[in-house]
């Protein structure tokens, strides 16, 4: 085979891109050279070597010449050896193809469907940012020193042979068109210059790409990583890897849906495996997977409608799955994010053959473009049989497991996915290795700590983490309303052996959590008692005042509650929700609007205990207030009295450290006796009585439990009236 001149053309598979690129610039040079006028023509004019600085008559005269066809024998030769040239590269491209050599210019052409002239504009913009001297050639021919950048006429000029085709190829440039479209190449515009005169500007990334760098556009950074899959053979014989894998492939086979891009939207608790469904997914198939935070990408700097092209754009260059985790924030209000939704729709299924979505309700987009696919897929965490056999597996074999490590318990009490379970017992072992450095062993301890750590939920301004300190040996409760504490613990320890091992899951499709109503007095315990629970469960306690829930927006508490409920669901915490009066009322009869919002606050609340497979706990002062539909409900209803004389001289006895210096003359049974108050206001008493003794220096003796009790009485509104024993020691 031979080109013009019967100079054999090479018709071998170029070794890199690099190669391609500067067969390219060779054409780029030619065309280039071709523009220049030859010597004898630059040395009749006198005024050349100020050309770009001033304009000379015999410019003028050049300009106002009508145009004719270049037919001198120099520029058939420049045309000869540029035809040539073009008839290797594409001799060479198609060679490379075949040989399965991959080209960054050729592989960029493909995916953003670009013509040859489209190519030869990144070229001509690509060449400066690959060696400066184009910058003093673009400078010569448009007549400027100052404009380095090569401007839409002189890519014209260089890329087309007459006026016709100058003229046709100017739609290149219209925002519209591919281009300016993907943000490959920019035409910088200060609002006044024609077409023409824009500079133009190859994108940063697209720079990279096309010089073989691997790393990420810039922009997403803040937002966005690529992951290098992991193969995990547990999460492969998880129902929906399998479901999904076996529709990929069978959708990607079909003829009838070449060209159709896919977008898959994984929902469900935020505990789950999508992460690692996705990253089995993309190890099968050998590709990358590029993961961002959807919430980060909102809450950043650029618009959002611009973060998703170029996020998109980028799983595009980097032939990866793009997976978008956390879209709730924009598809909880589907109508107040409809553009940033639209926009996601729009460049993912412009550029990604596959993306996932990853959120924790069913969705629906509100349109999707013919030529994609949405479907919604719900991956339901792991029963809890399926929970013991992950734990299992996961445990199984693992090197320093201590012997009270029990994989039921922690399936009854953690209803985790394998990633959970993964992560949990990498920081079990950090936990084990930091408290014995030299003898480690990962007890039942680590797990529940590194567990609780892997679930803390995000409840925000809405609940109140609180750090269960009280035992067994600190609540005083009659012995019936003690033992109904401890079936509620025995039952959320044997969750898995009853609803896993003897089949109760399959029976019950709600109510499998645990929901108990603690009614009485302030100060009788009620808030000790869940301490007490969450103490012995090792779960993690988060106190939710329901009289800050409330809103009088219509709306509102029902978005808090969801909330709620997500964040404890995907944290598997206790929640206690503190003034239960503020919503748990008796449902009125409906009279007015507010009536009946009041009741839908009432039924949205009594829906979310039922689907909540945790321990939660309703306080309130007054049990008779609450609405029957609730009592139904609670699988515990726990009365915690006014203490009598008998119970108030227990909790003196227990409410002192056994640090505190009591001095002997302190009697319990007189102060059960003549203060008749509520635990909650006993402990205070015995608090303010230490600070007292500590200011005189001295044991905590009766006068300075005399004078805290009359502090707490006046606290109340109540008059002291009890005739103190003994006023030695006074504290005055």
């Known amino acids: 085979m031979s080109g013009d001149g019967g ?61 004719t ?17 073009q008839a290797q590269i594409a001799a060479r491209r198609s060679a490379s193809r075949q040989a399965g050599v991959f080209l960054s210019l050729a592989r960029l052409a493909e995916l953003f469907g670009l013509t040859r002239f489209e190519e030869q504009c990144l070229i001509v913009c690509l060449a400066p940012e690959i060696d400066r001297k184009y910058e003093k050639l673009y400078a010569y021919l448009q007549d400027d020193a100052t404009r380095r950048k090569p401007s839409v006429d002189l890519v014209l000029k260089l890329l087309c042979t007459n006026q016709a085709e100058r003229l046709a190829a100017r739609v290149a440039f219209d ?41 990420i556009d810039a922009r997403l950074a803040l937002f966005a990583r690529m992951t290098a899959p992991a193969d995990d053979p547990l999460i492969t014989a998880h129902d929906v890897y399998g479901r999904t894998l076996a529709f990929v492939q069978s ?50 700097g650029a618009p959002f409608g611009q973060a998703a092209w170029l996020l998109a754009r980028e799983a595009a260059l980097q032939s990866a799955v793009l997976c978008l985790d956390g879209t709730d924030c924009i598809i909880a209000e589907p109508d107040k994010h409809r553009p940033e939704v639209n926009a996601l729709i729009e460049a993912a299924t412009t550029f990604s053959r596959l993306t996932f979505w990853f959120g924790t309700r069913p969705w629906q987009p509100p349109h999707v473009a013919r030529a994609s696919l949405f479907l919604g897929l719900a991956v339901d ?124 899951e399959r029976k019950l499709s709600l109510g499998k959590g645990l929901n108990a109503l603690f009614s009485g007095p302030p100060g009788t315990g009620k808030t000790m008692a869940a301490e007490v629970i969450a103490n012995e469960l090792q779960l993690d306690l988060y106190r939710i005042d329901l009289s800050q829930v409330v809103s009088k927006y219509i709306g509102e508490t029902e978005k808090n509650l969801h909330q709620i409920f997500l964040e404890a669901q995907a944290g598997h915490a206790i929640l ?52 029957d539909a609730f009592l139904r409900r609670m699988h515990f209803v726990v009365e915690f009295p006014f203490p009598d004389q008998e119970h108030r001289r227990r909790i003196w006895r227990v409410v002192f450290p056994p640090e505190a210096p009591l001095g002997d003359g302190v009697d319990f049974e007189v102060l059960a006796r003549e203060i008749k108050l509520a635990g909650g206001n006993i402990r205070n008493i015995a608090l303010a009585a230490a600070f007292y003794a500590a200011g005189n220096g001295q044991a905590i003796r009766m006068p300075h439990l005399w004078q805290a009790a009359r502090r707490e009485h006046q606290k109340l509104g109540r008059t002291w009236a009890v005739a103190e024993p003994d006023r030695s020691g006074d504290i005055r």
């Open 69 to 85: 066809e270049a037919s001198d024998p120099a520029a058939r030769q420049w045309a000869q050896a540029l035809a040539a040239l």
């Open 175 to 215: 925002p519209q068109a591919t281009l300016p479209r993907f943000a490959l190449l920019q035409a910088l515009d200060d609002g006044e210059k024609p077409l023409l005169s824009r500079p133009l500007k190859l994108d940063d990334r697209v720079v990279g790409f096309l010089l073989g760098e691997a790393q």
């Open 576 to 627: 206690f929700f503190d003034e239960a009066d503020a919503l748990f009322g008796k449902r009125s009869e409906v009279k007015d609007a507010h009536d009946r919002y009041a009741n839908i606050e009432v039924g949205y609340l009594l829906q979310k205990m039922e689907e909540y497979e945790g321990v939660a706990i309703l306080a309130t002062n007054l049990s008779q207030h609450i609405d």
């Open 7 to 67: 100079q054999r053309l090479d018709v071998s598979a170029y070794a890199d891109s690099w190669e391609h690129l500067a067969d390219e610039l060779r054409c780029l040079d030619l065309r280039l050279r071709r523009q220049i006028p030859d010597e004898p023509e630059r040395a009749s004019d006198p005024l050349a070597p100020f050309k770009g600085l001033v304009i000379s008559e015999t410019e003028v005269s050049a300009l106002l010449a009508l145009p």
């Open 251 to 300: 959708y990607f086979r079909d003829q009838q849906s070449v060209g159709r891009n896919v977008v898959l939207y994984l929902h469900g608790n935020a505990n789950l495996d999508k992460r690692p469904i996705v990253e089995a997914l993309c190890q099968h198939f050998a590709l990358p997977l590029l993961v961002a935070d959807v919430e980060a990408m909102k809450a950043g």
């Open 381 to 504: 965490k792991p029963d809890l049989a399926t929970c013991r056999q992950l734990w299992e597996e996961s445990l199984g074999g693992y090197p320093r497991l201590g012997q009270d490590v029990d994989s039921a318990a922690l399936a009854g009490r953690f209803q985790f996915g394998l990633g959970q379970i993964r992560a949990a017992l990498a920081g079990a072992e950090n936990l084990a290795r930091w408290r014995a450095p030299e003898d480690w062993r990962v007890t039942a301890a680590d797990l529940a700590a590194a567990c609780r750590a892997q679930s803390s939920p995000r409840l925000g301004v809405l609940a109140q983490k609180i750090e269960p300190r009280q035992a067994w040996n600190d609540i005083v409760l009659p012995p019936d309303n003690l033992a109904q504490l401890a079936e509620l613990c025995a039952q959320a320890r044997h969750r898995q052996r009853v609803y896993g091992d003897w089949g109760f």
